[in-house]
């Protein structure tokens, strides 16, 4: 095995696992303050559609990630209003989402290209050169020329590990996922700060669909997700819940698959080899997954005041039975 | 609550009544545009109402249209026929796999359509179902064999393809590794692989071939990776039979500068650097000798198998800015010659393939 | 809240939602009024509509009821598509190599499929069990195993000869489930279906194995210390539930192709999350959200043959379907704001008048 050999695989481990990535930070962080948000992958078709349609009509690749990350935001608004403030059913909701997300990008579709196929080509962000690290011999093809969403989702990890570690932000979106009623004590407004972390996990997960559009291929197919949505949703319970963890997770996977896919000459059944990254997954988790802990009060509600049927006119009152629901 | 009820009641009752106001108003417009007749979509709408010589229905396979290759070209195909006979067009793009029995029902239950094409292997066993409950529907089934007295199967020998495309690589090739990625391990897909096995040790025995399958008709993203992969390997050419997934292949030669091969369908304009050549199965050839055989009432149920003999099969290097010298066609059309008269034959598995 | 009052909501909820799909209607230069005539006169229309309405709701039915089972037992079992798969495999190779006369060898068949998707479904509880979280990761896994996993059975060991896709010969006629009719996929697998939820309902309200079942999908800590083995009952809830969805592949494939063909599943396993949840996690709830999962997809195949609309504004109904039904509490929402604003208009104490009166 060359040292070439090793550098592909690893730049093609790392192109992988970056839309899974993305998504899973998405997870992480909307559970992390207490929303399940299984709804990933309705998202992320919806964002590479738009991005893609988007970068066809303007030209423009970075207008189109652009309008990926904004679709991703409004979709992820959807829990906030219905979870967050009306008290439905996060998962529910979430499987919503992984309905309307193919239904309405497919049903544009028609009309934008007259197919429920395949898209045209569309303009797609070009690999990034970094000036001086490129020419180093080894390290230069691992570190450069890569999409921009790489060096955008490792950027992520690391601002998203210092923000829910070393901010007061961060810690307050932790303590809303241990304990919503303990912040609510404090005087702080719990519906505000999970909807805060859910709107940012929208633009995630509308980030990770617009890297599979404009990433890599340029172009925008039906069923182009191919479930990452869940498999990002199961890597950041694999990635306890924290962003390096999960980055981590993602990388598994990225290097699962492009393991596969350079193990055709061994004569194994392909299909074997297609089962590969899922058997590691599963083998791993055997062995580290039963530490595995959610934060505490993850998927549960904490229903807003104004969802709570026949409320008292005493507004402190409200609070408290929107408190004992949070309880059970 | 009673009011709480009336006064939802009256929301509803306002919100119909405007949505009855808009849709009276966009009617005139969204009919037109919301029909699904090709004809009428591409001619004006005027002459589509006015009489038409006959019915066609597509049922596409599941990958969908816009795929470039296996669905395009047979859509495209058909489309060109209808216009030219002034034939009425209809088709419909299945979700899924489930779907295809019951949209083949529905056409044939319909009664009027002179032909009902169905499209990709997987529809076998669906036409397989319809086709004896609706004895005088005919049928044409695309790449797939089933017996049955009113369905017409046409199917490729898709082997001497890809050996005409093996020839042509092996004299393309610098390195002597040629990547093929095919959609699945299944009999059609490792037809091609032996082809182009066969065609490509006919030029020179020490050329490997890297045989993949990606494990699905429409992931573009994986099919790149793996061009990628077999870049590393070695390949300087890469060959598919992964439909819609194809595409990646493209995208991925474009950007390592690699030598790609299309298939079914014309995509050299879309890579003209890298893409010197396509593979192309002539499906409006096929088509056309259906609706024909349909309308003017020769038509019958059987097997029809096409390939070199046939001239249903084509290299096509148009739109692409690669020179292919001279030689190279002399030695491709030498064995598209020889695979016709029956001095080579192709070898169907990839077994048979390696043997020799 | 009530069920009646929550049936309500999910009324209204289901009308607003047609309300705003009928908009996107409009916008994509549809027309909502006929494309929802075209869904009930391709649902309801005539006898065979709704035959083949009840056949898409067949799978449906049953994987949804798998899912309650796992759901009501606090498991999130996802894995649903690879039981299928591998339900249906282990029916079709019995209805294959078993020669039995009808029905023998389709009671053989079904058990073969329940015992596949069940042992499909232990795998992974066996491996990861202990831990719910990882226990819904791994039934994730299992799905592309199960799937690639019977891809390779039937290509090395169960291929028919000259087959051009990976697919089985037909089963023996002692093993097929039986259409009603030859012109609709509608099969006894519909009885099957119907008959499961009465044994599942019985199960889970009527015995004390049910009983401690959904006691741990309520609170699994303090069954811990009432004494209930947790792993044991995590187990045995993923038996139930795999078994169910490994049935609703056996019944797919022996009621409808009559053997084993790649892609059968068109996503039943996912979908009966779906439905699951949409019947608010209820066996007799599945029936008819089933039903109703089966009357769009119905629909969408007579609007493919009709062109009036795309056929994805099913599926983007489906969706807010999904996410209205899921938050009856938005109709709270709507009368509290409502009420909060007349507070707002009116003098004070003429709200505690009306607050009272918005009660009765």
């Known amino acids: ?328 | 609550m009673k009011k709480m009820k009336k006064l939802l009641a009256i929301c509803m009752i306002m919100t119909l009544a405007f949505q009855l106001f808009a849709c009276s108003s966009q009617k005139s417009a969204g009919s037109a545009s919301a029909s699904k007749t090709a004809s009428s979509t591409a001619s004006s709408t005027a002459s589509s109402s006015s009489a038409k010589a006959g019915k066609i229905a597509v049922v596409f396979a599941t990958g969908g249209l816009g795929d470039k290759t296996y669905n395009d070209s047979l859509y495209y195909g058909v489309k060109a026929i209808c216009e030219k006979q002034n034939l009425q067009f209809d088709y419909s793009e299945p979700m899924d796999a489930a779907e295809y029995e019951p949209l083949l029902r529905g056409y044939a239950e319909k009664g009027d359509y002179d032909l009902i094409i169905s499209l990709g292997y997987s529809q076998g066993s669906s036409v397989d179902k319809v086709a004896p409950n609706f004895p005088n529907q005919k049928f044409m089934l695309i790449d797939a064999e089933i017996n049955q007295p009113n369905v017409a199967c046409y199917s490729w020998r898709e082997n001497e393809l890809s050996y005409l495309i093996g020839v042509m690589c092996a004299k393309m090739t610098k390195s002597k590794v040629i990547g093929f990625i095919a959609a699945f391990d299944i009999f059609n897909c490792n037809m091609n692989a032996a082809g182009l096995t066969a065609g490509a040790h006919s030029v020179d025995p020490s050329i490997k071939v890297i045989v993949d399958y990606i494990g699905s008709w429409t992931d573009i993203a994986g099919c790149k990776e793996m061009a990628l992969s077999m870049h590393e390997q070695g390949a300087d050419i890469v060959y598919h039979a992964a439909s819609t997934g194809g595409l990646g292949i493209l995208e991925a030669g474009k950007e390592k500068g690699f030598y790609t091969v299309g298939y079914d369908g014309n995509v050299n304009a879309d890579a003209p650097e890298t893409n010197f050549a396509s593979a192309i199965r002539l499906f409006p050839v096929a088509a056309e000798d259906a609706i024909t055989k349909a309308l003017d009432g020769t038509f019958k149920g059987g097997k029809v198998s096409l390939g070199a003999k046939e001239k249903a099969i084509k290299v096509d290097t148009e739109g692409s800015t690669v020179k292919v010298s001279q030689e190279i066609w002399d030695a491709v059309n030498k064995a598209e010659e020889d695979i016709s008269n029956g001095t080579i034959k192709v070898p169907q598995t990839l077994a048979e393939a390696n043997k020799k | 809240m009530s069920i009646k009052l929550k049936f309500k909501y999910s009324l209204y909820s289901l009308v607003l939602a047609l309300v705003i799909g009928g908009f996107v209607i409009s916008a994509t230069g549809g027309n909502p009024l006929d494309t929802y005539m075209t869904v009930l006169v391709g649902s309801f229309g005539s006898v065979k509509a709704v035959m083949s309405v009840l056949a898409y709701a067949t799978p449906l039915i049953l994987t949804g009821l798998g899912c309650v089972v796992a759901f009501q037992g606090g498991v999130f079992n996802i894995g649903g598509e690879g039981q299928l798969c591998v339900g249906g495999l282990a029916a079709v190779i019995a209805g294959l190599y078993v020669q039995l006369p009808w029905p023998y060898g389709l009671i053989i068949s079904l058990i073969a499929g329940f015992v596949a998707g069940a042992i499909w479904a232990l795998i992974p509880t066996l491996m990861v069990g202990k831990n719910l979280a990882s226990l819904f990761v791994g039934t994730v896994m299992m799905n592309s195993i199960g799937v690639s996993f019977s891809e390779y059975l039937v290509k090395y060991y169960f291929l028919k000869p000259q087959a051009s896709t990976t697919e089985t010969a037909n089963v023996n006629a002692g093993a097929i489930l039986p259409r009603f009719n030859p012109n609709t996929q509608l099969n006894y697998g519909i009885i099957l279906a119907v008959i499961l939820v009465f044994v599942v309902a019985w199960l889970l309200y009527k015995t004390p194995a049910g009983f401690s079942i959904r006691a741990i999908g309520v609170n699994p800590d303090a069954s811990m210390q009432a004494g209930i083995n947790v792993f044991n009952r995590t187990a045995l809830t993923m038996i139930i539930s795999g078994g169910i969805c490994g049935l609703a592949g056996a019944v797919q494939c022996l009621g409808i192709y009559n053997r084993w063909i790649m892609g059968f599943s068109p996503g039943y396993g996912w979908d009966g999350i779906t439905v699951a949840t949409l019947a608010g996690i209820n066996p007799f709830g599945v029936l008819l959200t089933g039903s109703f999962f089966g009357m769009l997809r119905s629909a969408s195949i007579s609007m493919n043959l009709s062109d009036k609309v795309p056929i994805d504004m099913i599926t983007a109904l489906q969706g807010l379907v999904v996410i209205f039904v899921a938050s009856p509490t938005l109709w709270t929402t709507f009368r509290n704001l409502f009420g909060n604003l007349q507070a707002k208009i009116k003098p004070a104490g003429v709200t505690a008048v009306r607050g009272k009166g918005g009660k009765g």
């Not at chain 1, 390290?139 to 950027?155: A, D, K, M, Q, T």
């Not at chain 1, 509308?206 to 559009?213: E, H, K, M, N, R």
């Not at chain 1, 062995?287 to 595995?292: D, E, N, P, V, Y």
């Not at chain 1, 005041?305 to 629901?325: F, G, Q, R, T």
């Open chain 1, 1 to 328: 095995m060359s040292v070439s050999t090793i550098t592909d695989f690893l730049c093609s481990m790392i192109r992988t696992a970056t839309p899974i990535a993305l998504g899973t930070l998405a997870c992480t962080f909307s559970e992390r303050a207490g929303v399940i948000n299984i709804g990933i992958e309705g998202i992320m078709i919806i964002s590479a559609f738009t991005g893609a349609a988007t970068s066809f009509i303007t030209k423009n690749p970075w207008l189109g990630a652009l309008a990926g990350m904004t679709v991703g935001v409004l979709m992820s608004a959807l829990i906030v209003i219905l979870s967050i403030y009306c008290n439905g059913d996060q998962v529910v909701v979430g499987i919503g989402l992984n309905l309307l997300g193919p239904g309405f990008s497919y049903l544009v579709m028609t009309k934008l290209w007259r197919n429920r196929g395949t898209s045209p080509w569309v303009p797609g962000l070009k690999g990034i050169e970094i000036p001086v690290i490129k020419d180093i011999p080894i390290l230069g093809p691992i570190l450069s020329g890569h999409n921009p969403f790489i060096y955008i989702c490792i950027g992520i990890v690391v601002a998203m590990h210092y923000v829910l570690y070393h901010t007061s932000y961060g810690l307050r979106i932790r303590s809303v996922g241990e304990n919503p009623n303990a912040v609510a004590t404090v005087g702080l407004n719990v519906y505000k700060l999970r909807s805060s972390a859910v709107l940012i996990g929208g633009a995630l997960a509308g980030l990770a669909g617009v890297s599979l559009s404009l990433g890599s291929v340029n172009v925008f197919t039906n069923g182009m997700t191919a479930n990452k949505g869940f498999l990002a949703y199961a890597a950041n319970r694999f990635g306890q819940w924290s962003p390096a963890g999960s980055y981590l997770a993602s990388i598994l996977f990225g290097s699962m698959e492009a393991l596969r896919i350079r193990m055709q000459s061994s004569g194994i059944p392909p299909q074997f080899l297609q089962m590969l990254p899922y058997i590691t997954t599963l083998l791993a988790l055997t062995i580290t997954g039963k530490k595995l802990r959610a934060p505490a009060a993850d998927g549960v509600p904490y229903p807003h005041p104004i969802s709570v049927a026949k409320p008292k006119k005493i507004k402190e009152k409200k609070n408290k039975k929107a408190d004992k629901n949070a309880i059970d």
